[in-house]
């Protein structure tokens, strides 16, 4: 290709949003900006000790404008008239209420302070009740079980759940809310000046991971069945959606506000929305029969198949299958845990309790070196040596089966074991939890090949990815680019703008290929082979104690 053209990729992430400039001939970042929510850095409208984590809309707009203000400022001004399209990924499942036009409520000066009238993010754990619910009726109700497609099992993370529980909280919202829309079905809405809620275009890939959508359903789920999970429920279904779109579709071009707010034409053309891990798998360049592990704060691991290898075949217990959710024209299969780097974000900041009174400069930097201290200390203990055994549910389990009312546990504790000997068992325990879900998968047949991984953990913690390769016995490869989701948002956004035809196609000459490749330690891999046992024996006690425990 000879033709000068660039494409913006936008990642919406948990604490920022990303934005690069890409070369859509090569895949070359031009340039890029991080710009970080203000109000979520301020740890407004949060509360941890409910797992309540809400994000306001004013958030997203105002680093949306900064991050590709600051981007733009740093090309030419030649080549930002050479920008054809851009796209966007977030997280999910993250909706929010809106009214008829799709405006957030939070956005309505009398509910701008309501956290229930803003962005409900993926972590958000306060429907596990409603998820329950969920689960208990799409077993028992005696129609089409709506969970067969994600895994059979409904978490507390996802679309329907958060709604009901925002509905039976707030009167004020329940009646003000028109509708609800994801995150990543929002913004490609706000950039093309959509101000009918039933216009917007909803993604495939959230829709058909979080929202029960299927075509073989006919869409949603049925209104009989929403409405005997709960009353409230009856009439959403009419102001939602039937139809989803994948991230080769354009939804429209930039609104003259928004080309005039960020010194765009207006031609640039804008594409559906998706979720963050299935974009960044595109920019990692997945391929069919490879995994590709999106590991951060927690993480998100994805893996395609032509349908022809699925076909009718229902695999249990994970986040979901979706045909076009990932690449357009294959099925894309969606796993997870629930925490990952959180667990090593929690242990840091239960030892470093001590540290509250000093000030912010001083603390800080301090906080900055535990886990790389941390890391480098663990990395230099013989796995043999330990008797610790953690299980890493601090947050619920995502995958395998869906279970957020799980707890945290670690086991096999002495008088002589330290600070690093528990981080090492913590990080196994991360480790643990992903050979679950490769466990899963090849247990439903589905052969998996190749590892990828990206994301923060990924990139910065090779202690971390060395322990994760020797417990799962296998390659793992690390994308090159530090940005893969936004990297793989700026493919989307070559597609929608007519560049390339397929994702393949953009990969091929858009991918910017691999750094590392971390290789497992043939000893390190028998030993942890008897130690994974003892990880399993420990989670099917404390799973089944608790589960007997609920009940009672």
């Known amino acids: 290709m000879s ?3 660039y494409t913006i990729g936008v990642d919406f992430g948990t604490d920022s949003v990303r934005t690069i400039v890409v070369d859509v001939r090569n895949g070359r970042e031009l340039a890029g900006t991080v710009s970080f929510y203000k109000r979520w850095k301020e740890g407004k409208y949060c509360s941890t000790q409910k797992n309540q984590f809400r994000q306001h809309p004013l958030d997203y707009i105002e680093s949306l404008e900064e991050s590709v203000k600051e981007t733009l400022s740093k090309i030419p001004a030649s080549k930002v008239s050479k920008i054809v399209g851009i796209s966007v990924d977030t997280t999910g499942s993250t909706p929010c209420p809106v009214d008829k036009t799709g405006t957030p409520l939070a956005l309505k000066d009398e509910f701008k302070n309501n956290p229930d009238a803003m962005f409900v993010l993926w972590k958000d754990h306060t429907a596990v009740a409603e998820a329950d619910k969920i ?6 109700w005696g129609g089409e079980d709506y969970t067969k497609y994600s895994g059979g099992v409904y978490s507390s993370e996802w679309f329907w759940a958060k ?3 925002i509905l039976r909280e707030d009167k004020k919202v329940r009646d003000a809310a028109f509708s609800w829309v994801e995150h990543c079905d929002w913004i490609p809405a706000l950039l093309t000046g959509v101000n009918d809620v ?4 909803r993604s495939r890939c959230a829709a058909g991971h979080k929202a029960m959508w299927n ?3 006919g869409g949603l789920p049925s209104e009989k069945f929403l409405t005997k999970i709960d009353p409230l429920l009856k009439g959403l279904k009419e102001h939602l959606y039937k139809d989803t779109y994948t991230v080769d579709y354009k939804v429209g071009t930039l609104s003259k506000q928004w080309a005039k707010c960020l010194g765009l034409p207006e031609s640039v053309c804008v594409g559906a929305g998706s979720f963050d891990a299935h974009i960044g798998a595109v920019g990692a360049e997945i391929k069919p029969s490879v995994l590709c592990k999106v590991i951060g704060t927690s993480t998100c691991d994805i893996l395609v198949a032509p349908k022809k290898d699925i076909r009718d075949k229902l695999i249990k217990g994970i986040c979901g299958q979706v045909d076009g959710s990932v690449i357009p024209g294959m099925v894309g299969l969606e796993a997870g845990q629930s925490a990952f780097g959180d667990v090593y974000a929690w242990f840091k900041n239960i030892i470093s309790w001590p540290l509250e009174g ?3 400069n001083k603390k800080g930097k301090i906080m900055e070196d535990i886990i790389p201290k941390l890391s480098k200390a663990a990395a230099k203990k013989a796995p043999k040596d330990l008797s610790i055994v953690a299980l890493d549910w601090i947050n619920g389990r995502r995958t395998p089966y869906a279970n957020q009312n799980l707890k945290g546990v670690i086991a096999g504790l002495n008088i002589g074991s330290s600070t690093v000997d528990i981080f090492r068992a913590l990080v196994e325990a991360t480790a643990f939890g992903a050979k679950k879900i490769i466990d899963r998968f090849e247990e439903e047949g589905i052969d998996i090949k190749g590892i990828i991984a990206l994301g923060g953990v990924a990139k910065k913690s090779p202690f971390v990815m060395q322990v994760l390769s020797d417990i799962l016995g296998v390659n793992i490869k690390i994308a090159r680019s530090n940005e893969a989701c936004a990297l793989g948002a700026a ?10 035809k397929t994702v393949p196609d953009a990969q091929k000459n858009m991918g910017n290929g691999f750094e590392k490749e971390y290789k497992p330690k043939k000893e390190n891999h028998q030993y942890y082979k008897k130690l994974y046992n003892k990880y399993s024996k420990l989670a099917e006690f404390i799973e089944k104690d608790f589960t007997d425990k609920v009940k009672k």
């Open 3 to 5: 033709s000068e053209k």
């Open 135 to 140: 689960n208990l009726i799409a077993k028992s």
């Open 163 to 165: 709604i009901l529980h």
């Open 198 to 201: 039933r216009l917007l275009r």
């Open 215 to 217: 075509e073989s359903f």
């Open 358 to 360: 000093l000030p912010p």
């Open 491 to 500: 493919m989307c956004a070559a597609l929608v703008s007519g560049v390339y």
